[in-house]
Structure formats: C-alpha cells, structure tokens
C-alpha cells in the first residue's frame, strides 16, 4: 500500500508565499496511477478540497477560493506533488493534507480520495 507525506508548512506573513510537497512511501510505484489532490482544514470548519490533479500531472482542478493564487503540480518522475500558494491571507491558516484518489486516473470529487497524509500546518499571520 501507498502512504503519503507532506511537508513545506509554516508560519508566513499575509502576503507570503509557500511551497508545500507530498511524497509517496510504501507502493511509490502507484503514484504515477493515482489522481491526487490538496485539501485543507481549518479548527471548527470542515475539510475543505483546494485542487486536484490527473494521475498524469497534465490535468489540474482548483476551486474557487483558491484558484488564481494556488498551483498543483504533479510530476511522477520524481514522485512528488506541489501545491505553490502565493499571496496568503490569514484565512487559508489551517492543517493542510495532500490525498490520493486510487480507483480514478482524474476526478474532482471529494469523496473519492481514500489515501491521507498526516497533514503540515500553514499558518499565515503577522
């Protein structure tokens, strides 16, 4: 089985940018299979889906609150995804999880990503 990792999280002042990257473990051969995607959950709110992206890396999905501002990135060579966040406002403070969707190549529906990491924290604040 696949496990995924995250990391880049961070404190960074409204404004700033991150990079956050999520790397397979285990079955990493199954990366360059999977649809994935980035969600994001802030304390008392629900999880929230940001962006997804094909199994080839060449198809990305964003939502609303994020699209123009935040890039998925997908590049199986090297088996890591990207989330680039640029402009950062104290609202996208939350534990960010990078997920993986195994029955679909694309998708962009929440329900269907049953692979979690364990979360980094971003938090945007002066």
């Known amino acids: 089985q696949m496990q995924l990792i995250e990391s880049g999280g961070g404190l960074v002042q409204p404004g700033g940018s991150l990079r956050l990257s999520c790397t397979p473990s285990?079955?990493?051969?199954?990366?360059?299979?999977?649809?994935m995607g980035w969600f994001r959950q802030a304390p008392g709110k629900e999880r929230e889906l940001l962006a997804t992206?094909?199994?080839?890396?060449?198809?990305?999905y964003y939502t609303d609150s994020v699209k123009g501002r935040f890039s998925i990135s997908k590049h199986n060579a090297n088996n890591t995804m990207y989330l680039q966040m640029n402009s950062l406002k104290p609202e996208d403070t939350a534990a960010y999880y990078c997920?993986?969707?195994?029955?679909?190549?694309?998708?962009?529906?929440?329900?269907?990503?049953?692979?979690w990491g364990q979360g980094t924290q971003v938090t945007a604040s002066s």
């Open positions: 285990g079955d990493t051969h199954l990366f360059s299979i999977y649809a």
């Open positions: 997920a993986a969707a195994t029955r679909f190549q694309y998708t962009t529906r929440p329900a269907e990503f049953n692979i």
């Open positions: 992206i094909s199994a080839s890396g060449n198809v990305p």
